[in-house]
């Protein structure tokens, strides 16, 4: 909560133009247009820490349903490739290659999570895999997409602070419409989530164990995949590819409260939210008015915490 707070006030009151809380909530309250602050307030920063947080959110979220239908420590929707799709197509934009309007570029970052997540869902649909082929699979997957990613940006003449918003994170593009897309699409995967929670636990215990509950595990996982695909896909029509907070959120929530589904997707989901809301304000604080790529702040942190926990995971 104290980081979520602290979070808020330097994303509302610090950046290039600094200014006091007193002013923000005063230019806010009279709307008055004509004042540049309040352009600054609503139409920059006030999006940008919407869209920071529901990226950390949907990330978290999408983390935990891979690990979930993978029973693989390692899943993360972009070690998996399941957001691979999406960094294809905003690859082509990045680089100028084609033109898109926002919600074609959202609408094709869709398709092409679905499009991964689906060749995801057929390699497991009917055949129990262990953990650890799963997790061999979604990394080739992963590298596939994230090399046919480069590729396209390589082939463009792009900037490299560009290329590292798609590559490794950023949130300077953030707006009221991309924030419109993407809480869509995450309230959206809550609700379904939510629906389909009963089912989710019993994954962890093999298909086998599964089946006896009276779960289909094939069916469960369909599930699971796609949404943590379209979340992944909007995550990164948002923000790029952001690493990390998918595989760490779970497994901090995991040590918190165990394997209770219910509880564990809704506390994977603030941490995500609240982690990628603080690595933002540090991206772009840092070196102001230079900004760093989000991606690698979240890196900074979550390796250390993964090399810990990763230390202390018992593998069976």
Same mark, same amino acid.
């Given at each position: ?16 133009? +600094? ?20 352009? &600054? ?24 349903? &891979? ?23 905003? $690859? ?33 649909y009917k055949k129990d895999f262990p953990p650890i082929k799963i997790t ?70 093999? +298909? ?12 469960s996982r369909l599930v699971c995949i796609t949404i943590a695909g379209v ?34 997707? &809704? ?11 603080? $690595?933002?304000?540090? $991206? ?24 810990? &926990? ?7």
């Amino acid at each position: 909560m104290l980081l979520t707070v602290i979070s808020v006030y330097w994303g509302l009151s610090k950046g290039a133009y +600094d200014n006091s809380l007193r002013e923000v909530f005063s230019v806010l309250i009279n709307r008055d247009q004509e004042n540049i602050l309040y352009t &600054i307030i609503w139409d920059i920063r006030i999006p940008r820490i919407l869209c920071s947080f529901i990226v950390g959110c949907s990330l978290g979220l999408s983390g935990a349903l &891979i690990q979930f239908s993978t029973r693989s420590p390692f899943g993360d929707p972009h070690i998996f490739g399941v957001g691979g799709g999406a960094s294809f197509f905003k $690859a082509f934009v990045v680089a100028g290659i084609i033109s898109f309007s926002n919600i074609n570029l959202f609408l094709s970052s869709v398709i092409g999570g679905l499009v991964v997540s689906s060749i995801l869902v057929v390699i497991l649909y009917k055949k129990d895999f262990p953990p650890i082929k799963i997790t061999i699979i979604g990394i080739a997957l992963g590298a596939i997409s994230v090399a046919l990613s480069t590729g396209v940006v390589s082939y463009g003449k792009v900037f490299p602070s560009q290329a590292l918003g798609l590559i490794s994170g950023s949130f300077s593009s953030s707006s009221w419409e991309i924030l419109i897309y993407t809480f869509f699409v995450f309230v959206l995967s809550i609700a379904i989530s939510i629906f389909f929670i009963n089912s989710f636990t019993p994954l962890l215990l093999g +298909d086998t164990l599964a089946k006896t509950l009276g779960v289909n595990p094939g069916k469960s996982r369909l599930v699971c995949i796609t949404i943590a695909g379209v979340l992944a896909s909007t995550s990164v029509y948002a923000a790029g590819i952001v690493g990390f907070v998918g595989l760490l959120s779970p497994h901090i929530a995991r040590n918190i409260i165990g394997n209770d589904s219910k509880k564990l997707l &809704i506390l994977t989901i603030l941490i995500g939210g609240v982690f990628v809301l603080f $690595a933002d304000q540090i $991206a772009r604080s840092l070196f102001s008015p230079t900004e760093l790529p989000v991606g690698m702040i979240t890196t900074a942190f979550a390796a250390p915490l993964m090399i810990f &926990i990763g230390y202390r995971l018992k593998l069976k």
